[in-house]
C-alpha cells in the first residue's frame, strides 16, 4: 500500500516497495551538496559518540562494540527492543570505534577483527548512511537489524512477527488463537519488489531503506527476513546473508549504503533508493571496500526476441563477487544495469522466474558492455511445447496454484489456507486453482489428475512433465497412471537443505522431472477418464508439513 493514512486509523505500520528495476547498483553521479546545518557536529559522552544531524535527528554509537544506543527523533527515543540495542547480528563484542569528520559528513568506523562496519551523518539529514565489509567468514555477520522500542508503532501488517499462544513450528512460527499464523520470516516480499521498509504513525515514519544487495546471495526473487514486531518492540533488518532457502554461497565484502531514516509520517525520499542514491560525498572517507562511480560499469542489451509478452522479464547478472538485476523492457525487451563492479558474470533472462537464456558477460570500470538482441530459442521455454493439457504455466513459481499467493506469508496450517487435498479434473477450467502449489509426503500425495484423451493419443506413449521451484527434505514426484504403470523413483535435484515450504519461500531451484509414458499405460475407451496419481517419493523429513514435500510450477502432458 501506499499514500498517506487514513487519521481514523490512528497509528498505522505498513510496507512499501517500487522497485522496477531495483539491484542495479546504487553509485552513480554526484549528490548535490548538503549545506551545513546549526547544531550539526558530534561528542563524545564517554561511552558513546553522540551524533547531531542538525535536523531532527540525534543518535549514538558506543564506542566499545559499535552498537547503535539511541535514536532520538525530535525528542522521542526510538532505540531499544527487550533492552537490546540496533546492531551487526546480535552485537560484535568489543571492537575498534572511530570517528572522524569532513565538512558536512561524519563517520563513525567500526573495526571487529576482519569485519569492518560504518555510520556516517550528513549535515541536515534525518538519515544514517550504514555500510558492513564482511571480509571472509571468520567473522558472523548475516544482517543489520534497527530495534525499536514497543508502543511506538501498530502491528498490523499479516506477515509481522507476533507472539501467539501456541507454537506449531520450531520455536519460531505461532498460531494465534483465530487460527492465522504468525512467523519473523513471512517477509511475503521478493527482494526486487521493495526499495523499503519501516513503519509510521502518520506523522513519523521510520525505515530501512536497502542496499543495492550487491554482495548478498539468492539473486532478485530471493526473501528473507524484513521486519517483526512482538510485544517487546520491533526490528527491522537488512539481510546481509540469509542461509535459509539460499540456492547460492555466501559472497564477502562491501554492502551498503543501506539507510536508516525517519520522516514526517510519509515514505523515505525516492533519492535513497538503490538504483538511485548517489554517494560520490563519501568517495574520499576511506570505507574499506568501497568502490566509486568511475570504478563500475555498465550491462546494456538493444532488447529480447521471443518472449511471451503475457509475463514480465527479468535479467540478472550473477558472479562470485557480486550480484544484479534490471527490469526488460515490456515493448522491446531493452535493459540496462549500471553501477556494476568489474569481473565477469552469467547473464540470465527470466521470464517469470524461470530461467529461458543464459549467456556471459565481462564488465569494465568505466565501460558499458553492449549487447545485441538477444533471440531465446522457442526450445528455451517449456511453455512452447505443444500439450494435451497443461496445469498451470511455466514461469518458474507456483502462482496461480491454490494457496500459492498466501504461503509467502503464513504457515500451510493456516486457517486462510483452502484444502490442500482434493483431485483435479482436466477440462473443468479450474485446473490449476483446484491444485495445490505444495505437495507433501505427510499431508496430499497422491493427489489425482483425471483427464481423457482421444483414441488417436491414446494409441501412442507421451512424455509427462512436472516442473518444481524447490523441494524440502528431497521431496520429488513419482507418478501412476492409472494404478498400471508406475514410474521409477526420480534422483532428487540439488535443492536447498533448510526450511522452505513452511517459512514463506519456494525458491529454490527450478527443475523439470520428465517420465515417459508407454502406449500400454492408457485406458482405451476415449469416454473414460485415465488417471495420474502423484506421489512424494522421500526417505527424509518428519511429518505433517515437515514431511518431505516440493513446490510446483507446471504440470503438463506433451502431445
Known amino acids: 500500500m501506499s499514500g498517506s493514512p487514513n487519521g481514523s486509523l490512528g497509528r498505522r505500520t505498513f510496507v512499501l516497495g517500487t522497485a522496477a528495476a531495483a539491484g542495479s547498483a546504487a553509485l552513480a553521479g554526484p549528490l548535490a551538496g548538503t549545506a551545513s546545518a546549526a547544531g550539526f557536529g558530534w561528542s563524545d559522552d564517554g561511552s558513546n559518540y553522540v551524533v547531531d544531524t542538525g535536523a531532527s535527528l540525534v543518535f549514538k554509537v558506543s564506542k566499545t562494540n559499535g552498537d547503535l544506543t539511541s535514536l532520538v527523533y525530535k525528542g522521542t527515543e526510538y532505540q531499544g527492543y527487550g533492552g537490546k540495542n540496533s546492531h551487526v547480528e546480535s552485537g560484535l563484542g568489543t571492537s575498534t570505534v572511530g570517528i572522524a569528520q569532513s565538512g558536512t559528513t561524519i563517520l563513525i568506523s567500526v573495526t571487529y577483527g576482519t569485519l569492518k562496519h560504518y555510520y556516517a551523518a550528513r549535515s541536515g539529514e534525518n538519515n544514517v548512511y550504514v555500510w558492513t565489509n564482511k571480509a571472509d567468514s571468520s567473522v558472523t555477520a548475516t544482517r ?23 507454537v506449531i513450528e520450531s520455536a519460531d512460527v505461532f498460531a494465534k488463537s483465530d487460527g492465522q499464523t504468525r512467523a519473523k520470516h513471512y ?221 509467502t506469508y503464513a504457515h500451510p496450517s493456516d486457517v486462510r489456507a483452502a484444502a490442500w487435498t482434493g483431485n483435479v479434473v482436466i477440462g473443468s477450467g479450474t485446473e490449476t486453482s483446484a491444485f495445490p502449489c505444495y505437495l507433501w509426503k505427510d499431508v496430499n500425495s497422491g493427489i489425482v489428475v483425471y483427464f481423457k484423451l482421444t483414441a488417436a493419443q491414446a494409441a501412442a506413449a507421451h512424455t509427462l512433465r512436472i516442473g518444481v521451484t524447490t523441494a524440502y527434505a528431497n521431496g520429488r ?51 473414460a477418464y485415465n488417471t495420474l496419481r502423484i506421489y512424494v517419493a522421500s526417505g527424509s523429513g518428519t511429518t505433517s508439513y515437515l514431511s518431505a514435500g516440493t513446490s510446483v510450477d507446471a504440470i503438463d502432458l506433451l502431445a
Open 144 to 166: 543489520y537489524i534497527v530495534r525499536v522500542k514497543a508502543g511506538l508503532f501498530l502491528n498490523d501488517e499479516p506477515d509481522s512477527y507476533t507472539y501467539a499462544p501456541t
Open 477 to 527: 514426484p513419482q507418478v501412476v497412471v492409472n494404478d498400471t504403470w508406475t514410474s521409477a523413483v526420480p534422483s532428487p535435484p540439488t535443492q536447498p537443505s533448510t526450511r522452505s515450504l513452511t517459512v514463506g519461500s519456494y525458491r529454490g531451484n527450478n527443475y523439470t522431472f520428465t517420465y515417459s509414458v508407454p502406449a500400454s499405460a492408457w485406458l482405451t475407451d476415449t469416454s
Open 187 to 407: 517477509s511475503k516480499l521478493r527482494v526486487m519488489d521493495y526499495n523499503y521498509i519501516g513503519w509510521t504513525t502518520g506523522s513519523v515514519g521510520l525505515w530501512i531503506v536497502r542496499s543495492n544487495h550487491e554482495k548478498a546471495s539468492g539473486g532478485p526473487f530471493y526473501r528473507s527476513l524484513l521486519r517483526h514486531q512482538s510485544t517487546d518492540g520491533g526490528g527491522l533488518y537488512e539481510i546481509l546473508y540469509y542461509g535459509e532457502n539460499q540456492t547460492e554461497s555466501e559472497r564477502f565484502g562491501l554492502q551498503g549504503p543501506y539507510v536508516i531514516a525517519f520522516t514526517d509520517g510519509g515514505a523515505p525520499s525516492s533519492s535513497l533508493y538503490p538504483g538511485t542514491l548517489t554517494t560520490s560525498w563519501a568517495d574520499s572517507l576511506g570505507i574499506s571496500g568501497y568502490v566509486s562511480a568511475s570504478g563500475r560499469g555498465r550491462v546494456a542489451g538493444v532488447g529480447i526476441t521471443g518472449r511471451n509478452t503475457a509475463y514480465a522479464y527479468t535479467v540478472g547478472l550473477a558472479g562470485s563477487a557480486a550480484q544484479y538485476w534490471g527490469s526488460a523492457r515490456s515493448s522491446d525487451g531493452y535493459f540496462s544495469i549500471a553501477g556494476v563492479l568489474p569481473g565477469s558474470y552469467t547473464l540470465t533472462v527470466f521470464k517469470g522466474e524461470l530461467a529461458v537464456y543464459t549467456t556471459s558477460v565481462t564488465v569494465t570500470a568505466g565501460g558499458t558492455t553492449t549487447l545485441n538482441t538477444i533471440a531465446i530459442p522457442s526450445s528455451n521455454d517449456p511453455s512452447n511445447a505443444s500439450a494435451i493439457w497443461r496445469i498451470g504455466d511455466w514461469t518458474g513459481s507456483p502462482s496461480g496454484f491454490k494457496n500459492a499467493d498466501l504461503m
